[in-house]
């Protein structure tokens, strides 16, 4: 009689559910969970291959931005100037003595009392700036009654929104209570000399600044900061005089940039540069494709094989076990195609190969050796035709481009886990149906069972001997 309790039917109804998902949907659910698994992990290959396949990339090239091309330049001295070297750089050593260096040209005003009449004409006033390129008139309006403070500030103000750093102006009080202002050029050099000329009226020379040559600024009366001949940088390289506009330099020697820092006086001795292969670059970037590989390579040989705990995922798949053989071949097998006698093996540069733990870079001296002696033969071992870096990409690649093996496996896989995914769904729904139809024969039952009692409460007011 408790069965056909409310809390009755829902156990029975709960165990319907239990041993039919059990029966129905578990199953279903224990294959959408393999292929699940089996989606994500090679999801997950994919991206460790086109890690991979990135760095190969620039490993397969034989231009000067070749891996094995990197070029660093030392100074002997870097208090005086730093040097950066691309990988166009010319490997050799140059020498260099720096005698000045380059100045942004500067004019200096009159000193004036700030809050004294100036004296300056009323109406339109128009002067000229030049600088480099920059060239143009500039105007002010004026009243006339100005001080030397305002003219000076009207004066900044139109300079600096016009040239927009081509110049800049700043008016400031050398002493409390006096006034004056500069113009200096945004770029150094003689190439980047400041004129200044009043167009009409006279706005510069009611402050000193109608040059009409090049004055030098003494005892506060308005001139330049610097000769003429102050303003380039002048050095003396692998015995040559030069001159420069600037204080960084890169048309001296073929892909390096130097940085001028500071004039070397007389007897000190000259600033030698060398410009050689950035071995330490080299090396981390061999380190890393190592890295990448072995990421990949690891990845798919610990997922592809079993032990007595765990079975891999990539277990028996054919596609795993060929990536996995390609991969070691790929870079313990011998380069072809190369001259007799050139590198072939990466063994020869350092690199060592195992099946179980993969690349290792076993000898750093014998890879540095190879770049300094034979960078030819060191590039072509990973980017001729049948190159390392060549055979990998092409490999990679076939498996992770858009229309690529592993987007073919995960397709499928994804099309069977979607089919899935509606069977459970249909199961559920055929679970909850079927559950519905044997509630309502439960409650049926229930009803009828409450029918027969309340027939015997009635038979046995009249002394019968009842139904039970």
Known sequence: MDLLTTSGIENLISTYRYYEQNRRVYPLQQRKEKFTNLSNAWGELKTKLKTLESIVESFKSTDSDSVFNSKTAQVSSEEYLSATATSDAIRGTYSIQIDQLAKHDSV?????????????????????????????????????????????????????????????????????????????????????????????????????????????????????????????????????????????IDDLINGVTLELKKKMETGVPLVNITVDYDLEEIKNQVEDFISKFNEAYNYVKDNYNSTKEKRGIFTGNSNAFTLKQSMANSVYQQVTGLGDGELSFLSEIGIEFDTETGL???????????????????VNLFASSDGVATRLYDLVDNYVKVDGVISHITDSYDDTISYLSDKITYQNEKIDSGAEILRLKYEQLQQQLADLLAGQNYFSQFGGSGLF
């Open 108 to 248: 200096i005003a009159d000193t004036k009392t700030a809050d004294s009449a100036s004296g300056v004409q009323a109406g339109t006033l128009t002067f000229r700036v030049t600088s480099g390129s920059f060239d143009e008139v500039i105007s002010i309006e004026t009243t006339g009654l100005e001080t030397y403070q305002e003219l000076m500030e009207m004066v900044s103000d139109a300079i600096n929104e016009a040239a927009n750093g081509s110049v800049t102006a700043s008016v400031f009080a050398p002493v409390s209570g006096d006034i004056t202002m500069t113009i200096t050029a945004g770029d150094s050099g003689k190439d980047n000399e400041i004129t200044l000329s009043d167009v009409s009226g006279n706005a510069l020379d009611t402050i000193g600044l109608n040059l009409s040559s090049r004055v030098i600024a003494s005892g506060g009366s308005a001139g330049y900061l610097y000769a003429e001949d102050e303003l380039n940088a002048k050095l003396v390289f692998n015995g040559l005089n030069i001159e420069r506009s600037s204080n960084t």
């Open 360 to 378: 290792s870079l076993a000898s750093k001296s014998k890879l540095e050796d190879a770049v300094k002696s034979k960078p030819d033969e060191v």
